[in-house]
């Protein structure tokens, strides 16, 4: 325990030091200096904080099922995958060059000698495709393939992430509410919010989601204030349409897909990762209000029944969401299926599109097409990636990440910062142990299904560059080593200056 606590001590001297030192260089630097520092300053303090620990890694998936990222998702003793051991890597290098004279962009032809040998790895699959670009140009410096699509996997979420916080923006907040019903009841009106919770509020909690005992709270005080102490409930699922179910359901890794559940209908303490799931998530969550109610005080009669909620119909209470910006930095650093396939929704019923998954499907791309983006090919059957016809490019992939960096774009920032960081976060915290160049520089969505592996995401050169990567390979056969040739290659980009 002394020792982690010293390292710990350290680390945190270390972070102030790295603080201290970005801020002073921040207001030397130029505009398009400055848009480099925003997206590295958080990689360095997280790399040297990687001398705390790191996190067990697992296998790969199987049979569409995550059996790879079980262990980094969802770490034990609800770290939220950041489980630190002793003897984990040594802290990463500084990811920023001294700033002065801006630093020119690698080479084409010195990233094409770095990065095809490794490309030509045979532990890849049959389809491999590649790009890498320089953030502040939108030049490509490397490209193998980046216009080819293919089966994204959890990389997809990127896509999903830029749709809703374009169709949304960064502070929508989604809401749950209780509402009079016709009958004279009371209607509970799910809103689309998976991370709304039953559970009681973590102590040290800086973002809490929306709580159903809040919810509860004001409404049997709302009751109260009536002089009732008796009513009927209803629960509402109507924001939604079309089938519940995902094509690979049932399934751990994702529930159905309802507007109206809590703590995305997990029947464990789990809050990431694959869990055993409820098969009606919204009615269970109603009957949890049903008791939250009768706890305080409000005699439910009858167990709650499904209904729609009448029009205009007048609100007792409400709960609101993280904002979007969060809810998506929470999917990404943890490929939560269960948010991802909320979001496509969201940008479903904003753009007014029915809120299934075809009609997600439509609106995804109707959103990206409006941002300029390369589609062409590109299938969204969901929002998760867990549906083998997705289809995008690598192309795509580096494109949604020019634009997230941009400072053209603040509304998308979340679509960066919430990239797991390697070796220290997420779905990457069990990957780069051994790649003292990646952990703590690489920033990356990863995507795995038997047979997928891609990566897509941010690293800085040892110059201090922004660079942006898209890798993708389908058809493998051992995914371990399918993953590790694309964490070297991500390696390689962030310890080249290839000039």
């Known amino acids: 325990m002394s020792v982690t606590r010293s390292a710990a001590g350290s680390a945190r001297t270390a972070y102030r ?12 630097a130029s505009k398009q200096q400055r848009q480099t520092v925003r997206l590295t300053a958080s990689s360095t303090a997280l790399g040297l904080l990687v001398a705390a620990g790191a996190v067990v890694a697992a296998g790969p998936w199987d049979s569409g099922q995550r059996t790879a990222e079980r262990a980094r998702a969802a770490a034990p003793g609800g770290t939220r995958g950041e489980h630190h051991v002793p003897d984990g890597p040594a802290a990463a290098p500084p990811v920023l060059a001294a700033l002065g ?32 670009v320089d953030s502040a140009t939108g030049r490509e410096l490397f490209g193998a393939g980046s216009g080819r699509n293919a089966t994204p996997a959890s990389t997809v979420k990127l896509a999903i992430a830029t749709a809703a916080l374009s169709a949304l923006g960064p502070d929508h907040r989604i809401d749950t509410t209780v509402v009079e019903g016709a009958d004279g009841g009371l209607v509970l009106v799910g809103g689309g919010d998976p991370t709304l919770t039953a559970r009681a509020p973590e102590q040290d909690a800086q973002d809490r989601p929306a709580s159903l005992r ?63 799931r409820a098969t009606d998530p919204a009615a269970a969550a109603a009957r949890t209000f049903a008791k939250l109610l009768s706890d305080r005080g409000v005699t439910v009669e009858d167990p709650p029944t499904s209904t729609t909620a009448p029009a205009e119909a007048r609100r007792l209470a409400t709960t609101r969401s993280l904002p979007l910006s969060g809810l998506v930095e929470r999917m990404l650093t943890h490929s939560d299926n269960d948010i991802a396939e909320a979001l496509a929704r969201q940008t479903a019923l904003a753009t007014g599109e029915p809120a ?28 998760s990636g867990l549906d083998r016809d997705d289809k995008v490019s690598a192309t795509l992939l580096t494109r949604l990440l020019t634009l997230a960096t941009s400072p053209d774009h603040p509304e998308l920032r979340s679509v960066a910062t919430g990239l797991p960081v390697a070796g220290f976060t997420g779905t990457l915290s069990g990957r780069y142990t051994g790649e003292k160049a990646g952990a703590g520089t690489v920033r990356a969505k990863t995507g795995t299904l038997t047979g997928v592996n891609t990566l897509a995401g941010t690293v800085v050169d040892t110059e201090g560059r922004l660079l942006l990567f898209a890798f993708m390979t389908n058809n493998t056969t051992d995914p371990q080593s399918a993953q590790q040739a694309l964490d070297r290659m991500a390696t390689a980009v962030a310890n080249c200056g290839c000039h």
Do not use: C
Request: proline content about 10%.
């Open 214 to 276: 809040t919810l509860a709270d004001d409404t049997a005080r709302a009751l109260k204030k009536r002089g009732t102490a008796k009513i009927r409930l209803g629960y509402d699922t109507s924001a939604y349409t079309g089938p519940a179910l995902h094509p690979i359901s049932p399934n751990e890794n994702i529930a159905p897909v309802t507007p109206l559940m809590t703590d995305e209908g997990r029947l464990d303490t789990s809050r990431s990762g694959p869990a055993p």
């Open 101 to 132: 004279t801006p630093a020119p962009p690698p080479g084409t032809e010195g990233m094409a000698k770095t990065l095809a040998p490794l490309l030509r790895d045979p532990a890849l699959g049959s389809l491999r495709t590649a790009s890498v």
């Open 356 to 383: 299934s998954f075809e009609g997600a499907g439509r609106a995804v791309h109707k959103t990206l097409a409006n941002l300029k983006l390369p589609l062409t090919g590109a299938v969204f059957e969901d929002g």
């Open 17 to 28: 030091s790295a603080t201290d030192s970005a801020r002073t260089a921040w207001w030397a």
